[in-house]
């Protein structure tokens, strides 16, 4: 689907969909519950859609109660031996191990952009921990069949957090204890959100600074109600969508949150936006923004809005960590020098660390998502900034990954001439 973005200001207020990434963990771990638990505000996306008919494979019964609310009566008992995890490769990262408490193959199939990324960092640590595993060449599809057990074992944490997760989750089921080593580990704030989603069901796990985690085997997950937090990595967008083109107020964001991307305040913030915090919302008001420095490595996702805010600032921003871009549902790092480029706007990468934006006027173009939610939704917020004309956005659909109302939530807070 193509959709042409025309130059706009907004002013209102909004509400995000939940964070797939808490509703992954929180489906899992529903999964693993013996007993009935019950999630509330949980919107679907394309990725919880792909978790939600993970866990029904695996055995959960799943009942939608209202449009937001989730009942999920758990218990691995699966009735099939493939998952389908679509795009997710949370989903991929996360029920992989899961399934690996079976006793029989299960084989976990993907689609789209996933097929190209990694699945490598998980197959020697399962098969450290007595699982059976066949992949393809380190990619989508993977066959497991376990059980899983527990032990030592260690694992390359430099290229995604996702693969401790996966392994978190399911360990504390294992029949024994388990320590894993964790080397170089990234994107911590993703780990701290995996723990307490486990402890919210009653399963404990510990660890000394992300590089080594405890686990004792045997414990039981027990059924929780829990209310899913609004999706700070959305809410990115909007609120740079507010400091560069109006003011937006984007609600059900607590400031407490674990999740990595609450850190677009700071960077909001160093770029001069007006911000105002309170205890469930963020406003964003547009100001004269300036050339800001910020190091997105452990928050890698929010590299597509810094680059919009960027874009947006008098000189040249610097943003650290582009390393971690390579292997999303894209190249993010060449994408956003690419389509950014289209529009005017000047990217450089001089290492593998760095990325330097240089802000100015955002000019009339054809630009391509290149099948990345985030790039898509990044985009559509330059456009908002386009002189003489508008921006038309190519498979601008796939925001549906994470955020199928993107473009109905920009249209209601355009200010109407």
């Not at 497991?144 to 978190?168: A, C, K, M, N, Y």
């Not at 060449?334 to 593998?352: F, H, K, N, S, V």
Request: hydrophobic share 45%; charged share 20%; with cysteine.
């Amino acid at each position: 689907m193509d959709k042409s973005i025309p130059a706009g200001s907004l002013r209102g207020e909004l509400t995000p969909p939940c964070s797939k990434s808490y509703a992954q963990r929180a489906l899992a771990a529903s999964l693993l519950a013996d007993g009935r638990s019950v999630l509330h505000n949980l919107a679907y996306c394309d990725d919880t859609r792909a978790a939600v008919r993970c866990i029904e494979t695996l055995g959960a019964s799943v009942q939608r109660i209202d449009r937001q609310t989730l009942a999920v009566e758990g218990g691995l008992d699966p009735v099939g031996n493939r998952l389908f995890v679509g795009e997710s490769g949370l989903a991929a990262r996360l029920f992989t191990p899961i399934a690996a408490l079976c006793g029989f193959p299960v084989r976990i199939e993907g689609e789209g952009t996933l097929l190209h990324r990694p699945m490598a960092m998980l197959v020697e640590p399962l098969r450290a921990l007595g699982v059976e595993v066949r992949d393809g060449g380190g990619y989508l599809p993977i066959e497991v069949r376990g059980p899983i057990r527990g032990g030592r074992v260690e694992v390359d944490g430099s290229l995604s957090s996702q693969f401790v997760t996966g392994l978190l989750l399911a360990l504390p089921v294992a029949g024994r204890d388990t320590v894993i080593r964790v080397h170089d580990p990234v994107s911590t704030p993703y780990l701290d959100m995996t723990i307490a989603a486990a402890a919210a069901f009653g399963v404990e796990i510990l660890h000394e600074q992300y590089r080594e985690f405890y686990i004792a085997g045997g414990q039981r997950y027990r059924p929780a109600e829990l209310r899913i937090e609004g999706d700070w990595s959305a809410a990115s967008a909007l609120l740079v969508a507010g400091a560069t083109a109006g003011e937006v107020t984007v609600r059900n964001l607590s400031p407490l949150s674990l999740q990595a991307d609450t850190a677009i305040c700071t960077a909001l913030e160093r770029a001069g936006a007006g911000l105002v915090s309170e205890a469930d919302s963020v406003t964003a008001l547009r100001r004269e923004l300036r050339a800001f420095r910020f190091d997105a490595t452990q928050c890698p996702d929010l590299f597509p809005a810094l680059v919009a805010l960027a874009a947006a600032a008098e000189g040249v921003s610097v943003i650290e960590g582009a390393g971690r871009l390579h292997s999303k549902e894209c190249d993010r790092a060449d994408t956003l020098q690419e389509e950014y480029a289209r529009l005017g706007i000047a990217i450089d990468l001089p290492d593998e660390n760095r990325m330097l934006v240089r802000g100015g006027a955002i000019r009339p173009a054809e630009v391509w998502s290149h099948g990345d939610h985030r790039i898509a939704m990044s985009l559509a917020v330059a456009a908002l900034r386009c002189t003489g004309g508008s921006v038309t956005l190519r498979d601008a659909e796939v925001v549906s990954k994470s955020y199928p109302g993107f473009y109905e939530a920009l249209d209601a807070l355009r200010i109407q001439a």
